[in-house]
């Protein structure tokens, strides 16, 4: 049960072979020809089987054969045949390299290969390779050399294509996995494997779309979280979106909000195919970049220019050595060299200059990266400068690029670097493309721990009167809330609006206005008009009661000529923002498919449309997040200290963005939102109109239960959160666990005896390994759950102490999405004080609530208090059939 569910897909050691057959080759499809050439260009590690189903006896003969996986290379009309047959011989995963079959067939084919269990890679692939098992069950050429680059794509043409630059370009796979229109295995399965799988180190994505962004978001973070994962979409124009939907078969949706999705997930996106794998190797060296200035150290300074100009075009900074840095590095190069900004070591530079050079920028606190560009000169061997670069590489802990100018005199030089694994680029601009996704990747893996709870914790929203107001709104068949509705929805969730009171007539026009002071603004308040100002429907500045009165009257009656239908309740009536530096922003929602909602900001006002300026972020969202979010918009630039006016509120601003994320989490109906302007300033922020569209969702409360299926990203789940008397005194914290754990969850693994870690992990390590510690405080509460019980540690003289973890329960949904698998750890110094009981019976409360219906694990046979435990807690024990050294323990929830 510790093995991936896709384990006898990709690591199989028995496959049985549906291809036709052999003795008539001509009888086989292209496909059937050449996978079965591909498989038997090198010898499989385990055993291969090829059978005919006409030829190779009855149905009971073949049942006797057992295999992991079973490959089928037939026409469309014998698939479904080999599939039930593969079913009946008891493979548990199955390969379909076939094409031509449609979505309809292929729903048929997923059906059976669900009702047997059996994992169904295809239709419509070229299949898949593992190098190091000697494995090529594709058709998508020669197999791959061994590396630990994982290949995932959903276009066989660019799998082969770019199989073909990797044998020309000394690139190796640990896996190549090819997915066609219709497969039932998806990309998020692959990469949720690929996530666990040890001979991996990196993984590159040709996408073109997805079915289930859930899924989709969960598994990409979890790949992400354990390894540099790099993505290649198509689409990013209107014309690439429709021919990607059309030739994968999956939902696109916007670029922008793709975007969006993959910085949240830690990913890094590149935008063609040579880029890909250089940024993959750059990321597989295990460099971390902390920041975005790249130094530049060259001897020649038009190289170094273009260097320079890309690393501004592309949003870096260009790292200059301080004061101190330059003192030491200037003596020790010769005359005509320049420190302003370049490290230009000049024409005269020696390999022990470039040495020098490179030590002081790597040591400088000023610099994040260091880009080595030589330019080949008569009479120097550009192979002793290479000699140079690897001689420091050892001694540089940040990332290091290099470009070797030229191409005949600088081969050997660059095979040295490449050997070194040292990233080597033919161009500047390369080099500092590759520096620049470094650097994205890591700020996005900033952005992946963060995992924000669906409410902030700014005073409480009125979620019920919102709910109300939008059931209200339904109820009338109506979709567009009016401006006093769309207020009183941000209201409710305390985002301060400017004060607004419906006039229905012009003398109540001109109360109104009175009593509230001038200026004031008018607008047609109407649930049929939701652009007002194409219709002549807001007048602005409107400086006394007579005039609002008139402006009343004659809003009315232009707004009836154009729109002689539309259902008018009257005019609103609010009072004018004085602030005369105050900037104008928007903030909104859109809701994307498949991502869902998505928060939009950007510059506001009248000019919104033509500035296009606009960042998105997917919810939920925390003050971390909101200031993100804020500096990516244009618009950032103007909100500091601006032409004279103080810096604004950003606070204030943060606060609008996090609010608006609660409104996403609580509202599953809100489909739009557009808060237009929004007036911020020293003093605050306060929202001048808003639009919202609203729709009906079955995604409401039920039960009493938040279940926020609306979101890609599952909130941190607060309401899991309880404190427990702890026996024998004091208490402690059953909570969800978050990244910010990962050192105290090391610390209860540390403190584990010998004989409790083996009785956990089934191992002898003293610590977990990075990417497992990852893997299990950054997780998807939809798909899993970890409990962690907390407890403060009293301090001698203090009240307070420090936090520590002193139990986890934990579990993972099963591929059937109805069973779980759980595990269980207590420290040893708390054992026997209920806390193992406690943390079971919470992990399984959550299961029960997920809609989970059993409850699964592997016990040791030796470990009696587990066994002890479970067995009254109400669980089932039997010898495990797969391991007999490990109990199997289940309970029905």
């Not at 952005?447 to 700014?458: D, K």
């Not at 936090?803 to 099963?814: C, L, M």
């Amino acid at each position: 049960m510790d093995k991936h569910f896709l384990t006898p897909l990709f690591e199989p050691r028995s496959i049985v072979v549906f291809a036709g057959r052999p003795d008539a080759p001509d009888e086989q499809t292209a496909q059937a020809k050449a996978v079965c050439a591909a498989l038997r260009a090198q010898r499989f590690d385990g055993t291969l089987t090829f059978l005919d189903v006409t030829t190779s006896g009855t149905l009971a003969d073949l049942a006797q054969t057992r295999a992991d996986l079973a490959i089928i290379a037939l026409p469309p009309a014998d698939v479904a045949a080999a599939l039930d047959i593969a079913c009946r011989m008891a493979c548990r995963s199955v390969l379909l390299v076939s094409s031509g079959i449609g979505a309809e067939e292929a729903a048929e084919l997923t059906k059976i290969a669900d009702r047997e269990g059996v994992h169904l890679l295809g239709p419509n692939c070229l299949g898949f390779q593992r190098p190091q098992a000697r494995l090529n069950a594709s058709a998508a050429g020669p197999l791959a050399r061994v590396g630990s680059l994982a290949l995932v794509s959903q276009s066989g043409a660019l799998t082969s294509s770019m199989l073909d630059w990797a044998a020309q370009n000394s690139v190796g796979f640990s896996a190549v996995v090819s997915l066609g229109a219709n497969t039932s295995v998806d990309i998020s399965q692959v990469l949720d494997y690929l996530a666990n799988d040890t001979r991996t180190q990196s993984v590159i994505v040709y996408l073109e779309g997805i079915c289930d962004a859930r899924a989709f978001m969960s598994a990409l973070r979890s790949a992400a979280s354990a390894k540099p994962v790099i993505v290649l979409k198509a689409g990013r124009k209107a014309a690439g979106n429709q021919a990607a939907h059309t030739h994968s078969g999956a939902t696109v949706g916007s670029d922008e909000v793709f975007d969006a999705a993959l910085r949240r997930a830690g990913a890094v996106r590149v935008r063609s195919f040579v880029e890909l794998f250089s940024a993959a190797k750059c990321l597989a060296s295990r460099y971390r970049a902390v920041g975005t200035r790249l130094a530049i150290v060259t001897n020649g300074g038009g190289p170094g220019v273009l260097a320079a100009d890309w690393i501004h075009e592309i949003a870096l900074q260009l790292g200059t050595l301080s004061p101190q840095s330059a003192a030491a590095l200037a003596p020790q190069l010769p005359p005509g060299a320049s420190l302003s900004d370049l490290i230009d070591l000049s024409e005269n530079a020696t390999p022990a200059h470039f040495e020098a050079a490179m030590s002081v920028a790597a040591q400088d606190g000023a610099i994040d990266g260091v880009l080595v560009i030589y330019s080949p000169k008569a009479g120097a061997d550009a192979l002793v400068y290479a000699q140079a670069v690897v001689a420091q590489k050892s001694s540089i802990t940040k990332p290091l690029l290099t470009c070797w100018m030229g191409d005949a005199s600088v081969g050997a030089a660059r095979a040295l670097i490449n050997d070194a694994a040292i990233p080597s680029f033919r161009t500047p601009e390369a080099a500092v493309g590759a520096f620049g996704n470094i650097s994205t990747f890591s700020r996005n893996q900033r952005l992946l721990q963060q995992t924000p709870p669906p409410l902030s914790e700014l005073a409480k929203p009125d979620i019920e009167s919102a709910r109300l107001v939008i059931e209200s709104v339904l109820a009338e068949r109506r979709k567009v809330l009016t401006e006093m509705e769309s207020k009183t929805l941000l209201s409710a969730f305390h985002i301060p609006v400017t004060q607004t009171i419906l006039a229905r007539s012009a003398n109540e026009a001109m109360m109104i206005a009175t009593q509230l002071g001038f200026p004031v603004a008018l607008k047609i308040d109407s649930p049929d008009i939701s652009h007002k100002s194409d219709v002549n429907g807001v007048a602005l500045n409107i400086m006394s009661g007579a005039s609002a009165r008139d402006t009343y009257g004659e809003m009315m009656l232009a707004v009836g000529r154009l729109l002689p239908n539309a259902r008018i309740n009257g005019v609103t009536v609010q009072k004018m923002v004085k602030a005369k530096r105050g900037r104008e922003v928007s903030v909104g929602v859109v809701t994307d498919d498949p991502f869902g909602p998505v928060i939009v900001f950007g510059a506001g006002g009248v000019m919104i449309e033509l500035l296009d300026d606009r960042a998105m972020e997917l919810p939920p969202l925390n003050q971390f997040l909101a200031r993100r979010l804020i500096e990516r918009a244009r618009v950032a630039e103007t909100l500091g200290e601006w032409r004279g006016a103080s810096a604004v509120d950003t606070n204030a601003l943060e606060q609008v963005l996090l609010r608006v994320s609660e409104m996403v989490c609580a509202l599953p109906q809100l489909r739009e939102m557009d808060i237009n302007p929004i007036i911020v300033d020293e003093a605050g922020a306060v929202a001048v109109d808003a639009r919202i569209v609203v729709e009906g969702s079955s995604r409401v409360q039920a039960g009493g239960i938040d279940s926020y299926d609306h979101l890609a990203i599952l909130p941190y789940p607060t309401r899991y959160e309880h404190d427990w008397p702890l026996a024998g005194g004091g208490s402690y914290t059953v909570r969800p666990v978050h990244p910010d754990d990962a050192d105290m969850l090391q610390e209860l693994v540390r403190g584990l005896s010998p004989e409790s870690r083996h009785m956990r992990f089934a191992s002898s390590f003293r610590e977990m390994p990075a990417a497992m510690l990852s893997r299990f405080t950054l997780i998807d509460y939809d798909r899993e759950m970890a409990l962690v019980a907390v407890h403060k540690e009293r301090e001698l003289g203090h009240g307070n102490g420090q936090e520590r973890i002193v139990g986890v329960s934990r579990y993972v949904t099963n591929p059937d999405k109805a069973s779980c698998e759980f595990s269980l750890v207590v420290a040893d110094d708390f054992k026997g004080k209920g806390l193992g009981s406690r943390l079971m019976e919470s992990i399984m409360d959550v299961a029960r609530e997920r809609g989970l219906t059993r409850m699964d694990g592997l016990v040791l046979n030796h470990n009696a208090d587990m066994l002890k435990l479970v067995k009254g807690l109400g669980f089932q024990a039997k010898r495990s059939a797969e391991d007999p050294d490990f109990n199997l323990v289940s309970h029905s929830l």
